[in-house]
């Protein structure tokens, strides 16, 4: 997977191509976490996420929970329908900020 990464000014877009699988999942925690300690917006485009696996489910949920936690917000942009189904079917659209 690959994480792209552009900021303007208190908001961050991570832009990620690929799989967020067992073995990208904590590259995007490593990469994510922190992020809400500078910024209080980040935004994931999924336009080129190809897949996400039960591990990239609970990065995302964690960084739902970290955003919550600092007064920030993270919202999920380009979701593929493919990807909307996986969180419709786990319950994770109710959870997570898609737009």
Request: no cysteine; hydrophobic share 40%.
């Given at each position: ?20 699988d067992t ?77």
């Amino acid at each position: 997977m690959n994480i792209n990464k552009t900021q303007y000014g208190e908001k961050t877009t991570f832009a990620l191509s690929g799989r967020l699988d067992t073995t990208t999942a904590p590259r995007l925690q490593e990469t994510l976490i922190p992020e809400f300690d500078t910024v209080k917006h980040i935004e994931l485009d999924f336009t080129e996420l190809a897949y996400v696996s039960s591990a990239g489910l609970r990065v995302l949920l964690i960084g739902e929970k970290t955003a919550k936690a600092k007064g920030g917000k993270q919202s999920l942009v380009n979701v593929t329908a493919e990807i909307m189904e996986v969180f419709d079917m786990t319950g994770f659209s109710g959870i997570l900020h898609i737009e």
